[in-house]
């Protein structure tokens, strides 16, 4: 039997991409990173196994319409909500200065206008998958910098489908004038629309009734059949396909199947994705750039530095702090997997030369190779760079004067709102940090001691009157930053109790070691708040439920990290569960039991509960006669076994 050798050579890819892809790993560096460098090895300039084939290229573009069919998914009203300062005004900012700044470099180097401005495009596009799976695995997509990367990121990904729509206009590929060229576009433009307006009420309805049926199978190829339908629908209009797959993937992102679809397609996604990457490989000519090694070196620093610096300028006029736009700069300062898509549009339109796709490719793969050590270093120089300002220690100072035994709070998010409202209330004088400027304001116009600053640099604690301070509350996300703010509290103030609360499981020995007295756990704490919740509806004595909790949460969650029986406490749970408990019912308004006597309503019978004691107006009655009638407001004792308890609040609730 025939076996094709295209075939063949997939087979021989996809062995080398996962041989590299452990490789990867095991020095932290992204899967994207090995697919690429997969290509380049095998690829014609490499060793020469696999050719850029015409097969090759297909299943490259149907990965680049899957990964924006997915990407459009994303796009629900909510989560934008969320991100909405970094999505409508640190992302448009960086988009535009970073594409005129390297437009302008660009045209310094002897571009036509038309080359520059696309030349500024591609810079101003930042890598979602590589970013976004690193701040995954550092736990830090929940930072202040991960979500203002996050809402840049996402207005660079939706900026993607207009500039594939006007890239053969800007090449002047068009055929005609400029009139018959507006003409074109508005026409297609007006035709998408209404296309897309139609199956904003025809898709729904549909995939909805496919997801009715439960059939996963025939639900996933209808999502496919759309992803590619949308895709060539703008690819017969003269339009990129992945215009078309991205805005079918907006047009679901807010129906109720989206997670659905967006699973399904996960698996289809990943695979050709993946031969996206890898084909992009191939496309790098070594022997081209070879002679251009310090070019492409020098290029790439430039380009990490204008990024940088420009996105974290625009996160600042954003109102991000400085710390969140130093790291976030630093993690968004490589150019993206869709400067690949892009840039093979405006080849293919001729606004890129052999030569100078080359550069684009191989810049893009050494930035995207820096962008590990970037994000690992752009705390620790973020760090740095706030020792450099002072903003707010003088505002510092004078908040903390003449303030001792006071709570200092460093984060005002929900958390640390919540516990200044209590402490206000409770007169205890206190003090808080945050980074956001927007947070401070408000919390200021309310007239709140919270002030801007950084809460892990020394010289703004000790303005801050750490040292006079009785307890001191970390409540913010940023795990380098939180773990630097501890250890220094602790030289600072040796005696100072020190709260510090964390997401992460991992984090909760690191921070007692840096002197943080008590960690909270937000991982374990919704354990044991669960197990609380379930143990009260077993009607658990509440004694029982507290020692066991204070089991759990004791030698820093010891218990709930390990595997294994749970100790004395939890036997005397478990003997808790099996001989039954007592409990108290309020007889409320509208109730079964209203009226009624306790004869009548004979709960031993009829539940197996038993009525031990009637409270009324406070005074309790023992063994309460048979023919007492009961009233709103009266608390009922009853004594027996879970199951019986339940009955017996059925019977009395009605």
Aim: aromatic share 6%; net charge positive.
């Amino acid at each position: 039997m025939h076996f094709p050798p295209f075939l063949l050579a997939l087979a021989l890819t996809l062995a080398v991409a996962a041989a590299v892809a452990v490789a990867c790993r095991a020095v932290r560096l992204p899967p994207v990173v090995g697919l690429l460098l997969t290509g380049v090895l095998v690829g014609p300039s490499g060793l020469g196994w696999v050719a850029a084939s015409e097969e090759a290229a297909v299943f490259a573009e149907i990965g680049v319409v899957a990964l924006l069919f997915t990407l459009g998914l994303e796009f629900s009203r909510r989560r934008i909500e969320r991100l909405r300062r970094a999505f409508f005004a640190a992302g448009p900012l960086q988009f535009t200065s970073v594409a005129a700044a390297a437009a302008g470099l660009a045209a310094m180097a002897g571009l036509g206008w038309r080359q520059a401005v696309f030349v500024g495009f591609l810079v101003a596009l930042s890598s979602t998958a590589v970013v976004l799976r690193l701040y995954v695995e550092r736990r830090e997509l929940d930072a202040p910098h991960g979500r203002t990367a996050l809402g840049v990121l996402l207005f660079q990904d939706v900026m993607l489908a207009p500039l594939l729509a006007i890239t053969p206009i800007l090449a002047g590929s068009a055929v005609g004038g400029a009139g018959a060229l507006a003409l074109r576009f508005a026409l297609s433009v007006a035709i998408v629309a209404a296309a897309f307006v139609a199956a904003r009420f025809v898709l729904p309805p549909l995939l909805g009734r496919v997801f009715g049926a439960r059939l996963p199978d025939i639900f996933i190829l209808a999502a496919v059949a759309t992803c590619l339908a949308a895709a060539g629908l703008t690819a017969a209009l003269g339009f990129s396909p992945a215009l078309g797959a991205f805005l079918a993937g907006v047009l679901l992102a807010d129906s109720d199947f989206s997670h659905e679809v967006a699973a399904g397609m996960a698996p289809f996604r990943d695979l050709f994705t993946n031969f996206f990457f890898i084909s992009v490989g191939l496309l790098v000519d070594l022997s081209v750039i070879g002679g251009r090694v310090w070019l492409v070196l020098a290029l790439s620093a430039v380009v990490v530095a204008l990024k940088a610096v420009l996105t974290a300028a625009a996160g600042l006029a954003a109102g991000v702090g400085l710390r969140a736009a130093a790291t976030a700069g630093l993690g968004l300062a490589q150019i993206g997997e869709f400067s690949f898509v892009l840039a093979g549009v405006g080849a293919a339109a001729g606004l890129l030369g052999a030569d100078h796709y080359q550069l684009v490719l191989a810049v893009t793969v050494v930035t995207l190779l820096a962008t590990p050590g970037l994000v690992s270093v752009a705390p620790v120089l973020a760090g740095r760079l706030m020792r450099l300002s002072r903003r707010g220690e003088r505002a510092a100072e004078e908040a903390s004067a003449g303030k001792s035994g006071h709570v200092f709070v460093a984060g005002y998010g929900l958390n640390g709102r919540n516990l200044g409202r209590v402490l206000a209330e409770a007169k205890i004088p206190w003090l808080a940090l945050d980074l956001d400027r927007r947070r401070v304001r408000e919390a200021q116009r309310r007239g709140e001691p919270v002030l801007i600053g950084d809460a892990s640099r020394r010289e703004m604690l000790l303005h801050c009157g750490i040292e006079r301070a009785r307890v001191a509350v970390f409540a913010f996300v940023d795990p380098w930053a939180l773990q630097r703010a501890v250890a220094v509290t602790r030289r600072l103030a040796p005696g100072l109790f020190i709260v510090a609360r964390t997401r992460l499981l991992d984090e909760v020995d690191r921070l007692a070691e840096l002197g943080a007295d008590e960690v909270v756990a937000e991982e374990l704490e919704t354990s044991i708040e669960l197990l609380t919740r379930v143990l009260r509806r077993y009607h658990v004595p509440r004694n029982v439920v507290d020692a066991e909790v204070r089991v759990l949460r004791a030698g820093g969650y010891e218990m709930l990290r390990r595997p294994g029986p749970s100790g004395a406490v939890t036997r005397t749970l478990l003997a808790a569960l099996e001989r039954g408990t007592t409990e108290i019912f309020r007889i409320g308004e509208g109730a079964a039991a209203v009226g009624r006597t306790l004869a009548e309503l004979d709960l031993r019978r009829a539940s197996g509960a038993s009525v031990v004691a009637v409270v009324r107006g406070g005074a309790p009655r023992t063994n309460p006669p048979p023919d007492l009638a009961l009233a709103v407001g009266d608390d009922l004792v009853l004594v027996g076994g879970h199951a019986e308890i339940e009955a017996a609040f059925r019977l009395l609730g009605g």
